[in-house]
């Protein structure tokens, strides 16, 4: 089985700054995209940023200049680094992979169980 894991979310003020973490694990023979992906009640689910095996990068619109992905390679893991966060940060935070668990398998589309993150005075 593959696993998702995140893990940073949290209470901020707005201004602060918060990293989340998300780790894979499991049967993974290759992972060739990592991501988060956030919702908000009445919202639907958009892009916060992604990573792909060649390192390009990807932001959604809301984010850009704020927010930071990188990923560990070595240990399956890719972070967020979110600073200067707004209340319309407020969501629950989806940590994305597409991995191949198997020499014989295509690779399929995971997720976490998500991460609360909530930005309030």
């Known amino acids: 089985q593959v696993r998702l894991v995140e893990s940073g979310g949290g209470l901020v003020q707005p201004g602060g700054s918060l990293r989340l973490s998300c780790v894979a694990s499991g049967r993974i023979i290759s992972i060739n995209v990592m991501g988060w992906y956030r919702q908000s009640p009445g919202k639907e689910r958009e892009l916060v940023a992604l990573i792909r095996s060649g390192s390009s990068i990807n932001y959604g619109d809301a984010v850009k200049g704020r927010f930071t992905i990188s990923i560990d390679n070595a240990r399956n893991t890719v972070y967020l680094q979110m600073n200067s966060l707004k209340p319309e940060d407020t969501a629950l935070y989806y940590c994305?992979?597409?991995?191949?668990?198997?020499?014989?398998?295509?690779?399929?589309?995971?997720w976490g169980q998500g991460t609360q993150v909530t930005v309030s005075s």
């Open positions: 994305n992979a597409g991995v191949r668990p198997t020499i014989l398998s295509n690779y399929g589309n995971f």
